[in-house]
């Protein structure tokens, strides 16, 4: 049976790095601190009581899935700004891009008797359009419950992001994302994954935060689940990670849909609308990333 690393929460980045790139994915132990843990479960148990199983094989018909988390979940907003994922997120993505953003948010509660979710690439949502040389995410699942082989951790294929597109796992590589509820998986676009089988009486519930280039159209709409008039209560940094900010030197600009003769603003940068100014951040954050990556390479 395949197997998945564990590190702990104090980490470098260059040792998630590694096993980044040698598995594509690796579980960080224990990173929420209880209070966190209970607040998210708090904040997100009304939305999935009321939730709606999945359509299709693929969403599953026993699963409920929730999403706009930045809107709906303080604790979520918390968990999108970790500090160590962020840090994990530039380093992992920063060769491809001169900025991140937040792609995609979504609490996935699998239910008794789901079965196996086909296992799949994430970057499949780009059809097959992007070369594998980029990497085009960087994904979070939190462990909101504990995740067991039981009870439909996560699956994951150690090391399938360098196989052939067609080549299909067989039981033995298959590894379970077995976690302590506070845990976090971190996974590449590239690799093999699907949501376990639960045979268990009880929900298995994760919260889904995926990272993207800058340049790259997020899965989630983000201007649509979170718009301006709830975006415009968030800090800055949360904001400009959300989609708020310029993900190249004019990518994402926008002019106010004014009248003629009316005041408003041309060719300027999503910060405007708060009215702040842009961010240093993603030269900043990038500079880090790129630094790090000299050091460890
Ligand atoms: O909930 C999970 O464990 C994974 C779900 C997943 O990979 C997906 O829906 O794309
Ligand atoms: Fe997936």
Sequence with gaps: MAQLAHLPADSDIAAIQALLDRDGAVIIDDVMTPALLAQLRAELAPFIAQGNAGRDE???FRTRRIGALMARSAACRDLALDPLVNAACAAWLGPYCDGYQLHFTQATSIGAGETPQ????????????ISRKIETQFSTIWAVTDFTAANGATRVVPGSQRWAAGREAEP??????????GSVLLY?????????PNETNAFRTGVLLHYTLGWLRQEENQYLSCPPEIA???SPELRALIGYSKGGYTLGF???????????????PPEMLFGEKPLPKFDQRFVSA???????S
């Design 232 to 234: 415009r209560d968030f």
């Design 118 to 129: 086909m296992l799949h690439r994430d970057r499949g949502v780009w059809g097959g359009h």
């Design 172 to 181: 033995h590589e298959i590894a379970a994302a077995e976690m302590t509820a």
């Design 188 to 196: 590449t676009g590239s690799v093999l994954h699907g949501g376990g």
């Design 58 to 60: 693929f969403s599953g």
């Design 290 to 296: 790129r630094e790090l990556i000299q050091q460890t």
């Design 254 to 268: 926008f002019s106010t849909p004014n009248g003629p003769g009316e005041p408003g603003l041309e060719t300027a």
